[in-house]
């Protein structure tokens, strides 16, 4: 599915952007929480909530959406990965980790999101946890002192509980 080929409820919308009081001044958290509903933004969703609320457009959202690192315009896996590698994380062997992760789930080197779309794997430079390196996040839970091993076993833990 492409972003701009989304289905979207525009009730769930209506929604979400009343319980921010429909003010443009909440616009990132109303983006926030359309990304935890959706696991990305879908266009037709930035349209609409650009042309809802009064005084923004579809462009300000889109640009908003752009600027921001947190929003993503492409859907998300279901377990969102973080591999830090920052210099800490690096030195103890993150890419080592990041290689095995992008080979159990046969993800290419740009890939975002599996072709079963369970997982998106991302690197980010610094996860503030340097003296746990090198470190691992998934869907907020941090994953220290990461190793080829062990992030095989969560990944098939993940795999298993998904299949049930």
Known sequence: MSAGSSVISTARLDEIIQSFGGKK????????KVQEVYRYLPEDAMIYIGEKIEGLSPATVFGVATFYAQFSLE???KYEIKVCDGTACHVRGSMPVLNTIRAKLN???????SENGLFSLETVSCLGACGLAPVVVINDKV???????AITIILDTLIQEDEK
Request: charged content about 20%; aromatic content about 4%.
């Open 143 to 149: 994953y220290p002192q990461m190793t080829s091993d």
């Open 107 to 113: 993800m290419k080197d740009k890939q975002l999101t």
């Open 75 to 77: 859907p998300k896996g």
């Open 25 to 32: 001044s909440n616009l990132i958290a109303i983006l926030q």
